[in-house]
Structures are given as C-alpha cells and as structure tokens.
C-alpha cells in the first residue's frame, strides 16, 4: 500500500521515509515510530494499517543519519545492531527527522502520533516538543521516565507491560507520579507486546492498547 519517500529535516539532512495513503479523503494523519530495528516489515505494515483506517500514514526512517534504509528482525544480532545505531543518533537529530514528518502530512488535517520502544518515547518528547501534533501514543517507551518532568502540550496517552524486563515498574510509578495527567495504562505482557513478529507479542494487550489509540486518534484527529 505504502511507498517509500523522501523528506529533509530543518538541518538540510535528506532521510527516507515510508508513506501509506488513503483510499478516499484522509481523516487526518499519523506519523509512526520506529522500534530500534529501523523501519522493517512490521513498522510498514503498521503504517499501512492506520493508512486502511483512513489516515495518511508516514514512518521516518529515523536511524539514516546513522545508517541508510536501517531495517533489522528481531534476533539477537538484530538486536545489537539496533542499539548501536541508536547510539549514534541524538534525540535533537530524531525530533528533527519526526517533524519532518509531520510537515509531510499536515495538509491531509490533524496529525497525531504513535510509537513503540524508542518510539515511545520519542512519541513522548514530540508530543512535549514538537509542532503541529493534536494527539500522541507512545509504547513502552524506555526513555519516558528520564523526561517525565516535561509536559505534553496535546493529549497523549501511554502503554507499559507489568511483564517488561526492561522497564521496571519503578519507572512507571514515576511517570504517574508526575504526570498524573497523562492516562497510563499497563498490561499484563512483556516488552514489545503490540509487535506480532516478536515472541513476546501479547494479541490481548495489543488489542486493547490498539483500541485506546484508535479512540485517542479518532477523538482528536478525525
């Protein structure tokens, strides 16, 4: 459904992009967040999903600065390899790369945003940071409760596993604690819960987080 593009970041840096359209006129837009293996099999196929609710969908390929057309399983080299080419590129650098993505779809209406793992949390720190956002949902974001001091400027709602092994439950006390705000919902699954090409994917969990961004987009965006 989808078809790769090209965007440029305000700093002049030239990144990929995947972009799935509508059939009809848009309801509005969703920028998607990539988990560290890059914009792989299941992050095009998540854009594509929201693209079949009726969003025009766009997932930056927010690692090129630090390797082109990045796209990794999820084994544990894979794994490895995700880190590292995280470890290369700045949260400034990742902000800039999403709000050219945002600029990309703005004209199709309201534009909200969702993210998994990294994305989770760069979907937090958009939602605090960047333009022309009405709604985020960030997955799992590991990053989160470092930045839970800023405040979201739109709605946003967030999603823990009580099951996540590199999140503790710590964490997520702290970012209810001082973002009592913010809904923050925890399931009963692991890291990585709403992606269905890793074995710690939760249907149940994925379902109902699902569901609450469906709600959270269509109540915001359109």
């Known amino acids: 459904m989808g078809h790769m593009i090209e965007l440029t970041a305000k700093d002049g840096f030239k990144l990929g992009a995947y972009r799935a359209d509508p059939e009809g006129k848009a309801r509005g837009a969703v920028v998607v967040i990539q988990e560290i293996f890059g914009v792989n099999h299941h992050i095009k196929d998540v854009t594509d999903r929201y693209a079949a609710l009726g969003y025009v969908a766009i997932a930056p390929a927010v690692f090129d600065r630090a390797e082109k057309n990045f796209d990794a399983g999820y084994d544990q080299p894979s794994m490895e390899r995700g880190r590292a080419a995280r470890g290369k590129v700045t949260n400034e650098q990742v902000l800039m790369d999403t709000q050219a993505a945002i600029d990309n779809v703005k004209s199709a209406g309201k534009v909200g945003i969702v993210g998994y793992c990294m994305g989770g949390t760069v979907s937090f720190l958009a939602a605090c940071r960047l ?3 009405s709604c985020a949902s960030g997955y799992y974001g590991g ?3 470092a930045a839970a001091n ?3 400027r739109v709605p946003t709602i967030l999603h823990f596993g009580d099951q996540d092994q590199s999140i503790p439950m710590a964490d997520v006390d702290k970012v209810k604690a001082a973002r009592p705000e913010t809904p923050i919902y925890v399931y009963h699954a692991g890291h990585g819960f709403h ?5 710690s ?3 149940f969990a994925a379902q109902v987080a699902g569901a609450r961004t469906q709600e959270l987009f269509a109540k915001h965006i359109g």
């Not at 992606?195 to 074995?199: G, K, L, N, V, Y």
């Open 150 to 152: 800023e405040k979201p």
């Open 195 to 199: 992606c269905d090409e890793r074995a």
């Open 201 to 203: 994917f939760s249907p």
């Open 131 to 133: 333009d022309g956002l």
């Open 143 to 145: 990053g989160i409760a």
